[in-house]
């Protein structure tokens, strides 16, 4: 059974900083690309970064590009979020999700995506 369980959200104020967390299990990642989504209340979900599980090709969303950094650990099964410089409009439900096979330029759309986490609430505020 595939899970992909994230952890690291919390409440942070702006300027700060936060790691965010997925470990996957359940199954073989080779040519899985592995994202990262959020939804913040009354907005529709929304891409923020994903890296290929095989050869680590990243792709970030305008909004987070320069301030967030995707990362994996594939012998720990882990992919990471570092998120620094954080805004209060970076607040959402953060989700940690697996496509299997997906090629890069597929990444940004959620709806290719296999697997989803439970997520994890991130708020920024002061």
């Known amino acids: 059974q595939v899970q992909l369980v994230e952890s690291g959200g919390g409440l942070v104020q702006p300027g700060g900083s936060l790691r965010l967390s997925c470990a996957a299990s359940?199954?073989?990642?080779?040519?899985?690309?592995m994202g990262w989504f959020r939804q913040a209340p009354g907005k529709e979900r929304e891409f923020v970064a994903a890296i290929k599980w095989s050869g680590g090709s990243r792709s970030y969303a305008d909004s987070v590009q320069g301030r967030f950094t995707i990362s994996k650990d594939t012998f720990k099964g882990m992919v990471y979020l570092q998120m620094n410089s954080l805004k209060t409009e970076d607040t959402a439900v953060y989700y940690c999700?697996?496509?299997?096979?997906?090629?890069?330029?597929?990444?940004?759309?959620?709806?290719?995506?296999?697997?989803w986490g439970q997520g994890t609430q991130v708020t920024v505020s002061s």
């Open positions: 359940g199954r073989n990642f080779n040519g899985a690309a």
């Open positions: 999700a697996a496509g299997m096979g997906l090629i890069t330029s597929r990444v940004r759309d959620g709806a290719e995506y296999d697997y």
